[in-house]
């Protein structure tokens, strides 16, 4: 079995997969296991918990976000804008544990330092701080965790502008969060489109409800990827919503009436953990395409990717292999018996892609018979990538070569 470690002293941080006699540890998307192969990394952050950020904009969140944070936790962030530049801090989700009488500190809580003689501002419990904008200075971010209660942590963005330009009307947000909501009245923005993105990562599905009322002319249009609409609303419309089988929403309100308005309220359901970093040794671990494996098909609109490094080579065994697709012509590739070889058509709906240190082995799909793949490199990639109707999925063994 595998699952998110509760108690992270002696164990993993993140998730723990259980082996006969022994465990070993995996990271979620994004994350690197560490060398002692117990706690996850973040190779943007250093340490997962603190870092240097200089660019444009970026992220900020507790470990393993949305899943509940450790605790003996000292975390530290650095936000340095570039030259004459604004930075805008906004919180998307918070959830820490609660003070005590409007103490926050001594248990769970967030400073943050904006510099300029003001003093820091101190969080906790589960109320989202108010966006934060400081001009031509700093932000310093301090999470502390004790080893009591425990939140899913808090999840940020923080973006820079021009100081000319902070002024300037945006006509687009973007969220962040596992829930939320959207209350949108034409009078309160300057722009006649005005676009919404709700983006979360690949294991998560959002599902929504939308109420609204819009003059002649007016549309809000819904969709699950940067191009496929799901629906347009016009007019009055009743409570109504829809499961988007998608990590991602995005909203695009054509208003042409100035009392246009309408309400949207999400909300999201993880589907397991989708990827991760694995470290091949004699024993071997295991793989599978998502985490109600042989009890549901793979979900569609995902893409997931696996890394497993080892000193001298991976060996990959794949019992089960069942992507299903629509293949073009001329060629695609096939997983065989101890060997790739190519063909029939080209995979284009759903694929799974190998990388073999940093060299593209191939895409494949359809169903396949057991099958094994041998590297000699220190780093092997999967890839997958599903649009519609994926099929079972796959269970594929690793191990280190011997």
Not at 144 to 150: C, K, R, Y
Not at 174 to 192: L, M, T
Not at 233 to 252: A, D, F, P, Q
Not at 302 to 319: D, E, P, R, Y
């Amino acid at each position: 079995s595998s699952g998110i470690n509760a108690e992270y002293g002696g164990g993993c941080s993140h998730y723990c997969h259980n082996t006969i006699g022994s465990f070993y540890c995996s990271c979620p998307p994004g994350m690197t296991l560490s060398r002692r192969g117990d706690y996850c990394i973040d190779p943007e952050i250093p340490g997962s918990c603190t870092g240097i950020l200089t660019g444009e904009s970026g992220v900020i969140s507790t470990m393993g976000y949305p899943d509940s944070y450790i605790g003996g936790l000292s975390c530290y962030w650095m936000i340095y804008p570039p030259p004459s530049k604004e930075i805008r801090l906004t919180f998307h989700d918070f959830d820490l544990e609660n003070g005590h009488e409007g103490e926050c500190r001594g248990y769970d809580y967030l400073e943050v330092a904006t510099g300029g003689g003001a003093l820091p501002r101190v969080y906790c419990g589960k109320t989202v701080p108010d966006p934060i904008s400081v001009n031509g200075t700093r932000i310093a971010l301090r999470f502390s965790s004790d080893t009591n209660l425990s939140g899913r942590g808090f999840f940020a963005t923080y973006s820079t502008v021009t100081e000319q330009s902070s002024q300037e009307p945006t006509c687009e947000e973007k969220f962040y969060s596992v829930r939320g909501k959207i209350e949108y009245s034409r009078d309160k923005v300057v722009c006649d489109t005005y676009t919404y993105i709700i983006a979360l990562p690949s294991s998560f599905q959002l599902s929504y409800k939308y109420s609204g009322k819009l003059g002649e002319g007016s549309g809000v249009s819904v969709y699950r990827s940067t191009t496929e609409r799901l629906t347009t609303y016009r007019r009055t419309t009743e409570l109504t919503g829809s499961k988007t089988l998608s990590n991602m929403l995005k909203i695009i309100v054509n208003s042409t009436q100035q009392d246009d308005s309408f309400h949207l309220s999400w909300k999201s359901k993880d589907k397991g953990l989708c990827g991760g970093t694995y470290r091949a040794t004699k024993t071997p671990g295991n793989i599978y395409s998502h985490h109600t494996f042989n009890e549901t098909d793979l979900a569609p609109h995902q893409t997931c990717t696996w890394s497993i490094t080892a000193k001298k080579g991976v060996t990959l065994n794949f019992l089960t292999f069942d992507i299903a697709g629509d293949v073009t012509l001329p060629s695609h590739d096939v997983i065989t018996s101890h060997r790739l070889r190519r063909r029939g058509g080209k995979c284009r709906t759903n694929l799974l892609e190998i990388t073999d240190g940093g060299r593209k082995i191939g895409r494949f799909c359809n169903e396949r018979k057991q099958s094994v793949y041998s590297s000699k490199s220190k780093n092997v990639k999967l890839k997958l990538v599903t649009r519609r109707d994926p099929g079972k999925g796959f269970q594929v063994k690793f191990s280190r070569l011997t």
